[in-house]
């Protein structure tokens, strides 16, 4: 999946248009995936990559959109512990703090 991360990164670069890198760069307890795990989100809300699918990505890419909006790159604790993911279906019980990286 790297491969095609960095493909695409070089693809944005020569296309000169954006999109955000989203990396998870720590976890703690149970989490769909783990640090170092990366997927890019277009303007248009398109991904490549996936950091977990559901609602844990669904949410990263809602800050990916925030990212773009401002032209910021900013570091986003997603927690996967309250209520909210038990509601949702999540199995996970843990936090994924996520790097958000205009490129």
């Known amino acids: 999946m790297d491969e095609i991360i960095l493909k695409t990164i070089c693809d944005i670069k020569g296309e000169k248009s954006k999109a955000v890198l989203v990396t998870i760069v720590d976890t703690h307890g149970s ?11 277009y303007p248009d809300g398109r991904i490549v990559g996936t950091i977990g699918g559901g609602c844990t990505e669904s949410e990263a890419r809602l800050q990916a959109l925030r990212a773009l909006d401002e032209n ?7 927690s996967l512990l309250d209520d909210n993911a038990a509601d949702e279906g999540m ?3 843990g936090t994924m703090e996520i790097f958000l990286q205009v490129i």
Do not use: N
Request: net charge positive.
């Open 72 to 78: 910021i790159s900013f570091t986003y604790v997603l």
């Open 31 to 41: 989490t769909p995936r783990k640090a170092g795990t990366k997927m890019l989100v």
């Open 91 to 93: 199995v996970c019980g």
